[in-house]
């Protein structure tokens, strides 16, 4: 079984930095991608970044230099590492992961195991 928990986030201002948390708290799955994905209300969720269980990492190049996944199997959690923050980032932060090694990781619909979601706000 897989669940996993977002934490994290909050509100921040302009130019700030956020770090987010994913922790999958029964790890009985090997999960070899995981990502990030954020969604506004009303709207499609948009990747971010994503990790596999290796250590490779991508990162959107909307967010690109600003924002990147790491990770820590031992821990069995990953981090979205969130700079130079703006309202436009401003959003419910997902957490994501599959038991397969996806080829198109930035696809939501390639996921089966959901986080709860955190939400993020970035004041002016």
């Known amino acids: 079984q897989v669940h996993l928990v977002e934490s994290g986030g909050g509100l921040v201002q302009v130019g700030d930095s956020l770090n987010l948390t994913c922790t999958n708290s029964?790890?009985?799955?090997?999960?070899?991608?995981m990502a990030w994905f954020r969604q506004a209300p009303g709207k499609e969720r948009e990747f971010l970044a994503a990790?596999?269980?290796?250590?490779?990492?991508s990162d959107a190049d909307s967010v690109k230099g600003r924002f990147t996944a790491s990770g820590d199997n031992a821990k069995s959690t990953v981090y979205l590492q969130m700079s130079s923050l703006k309202p436009d980032d401003t959003d419910d932060y997902y957490c994501?992961?599959?038991?397969?090694?996806?080829?198109?990781?930035?696809?939501?619909?390639?996921?089966?195991?959901w986080g709860t979601g955190t939400q993020v706000t970035v004041t002016p």
């Open positions: 990790i596999s269980w290796w250590g490779s990492t």
């Open positions: 994501t992961a599959s038991a397969a090694v996806l080829r198109n990781y930035r696809s939501d619909h390639r996921y089966i195991y």
């Open positions: 029964e790890p009985t799955v090997t999960l070899y991608t």
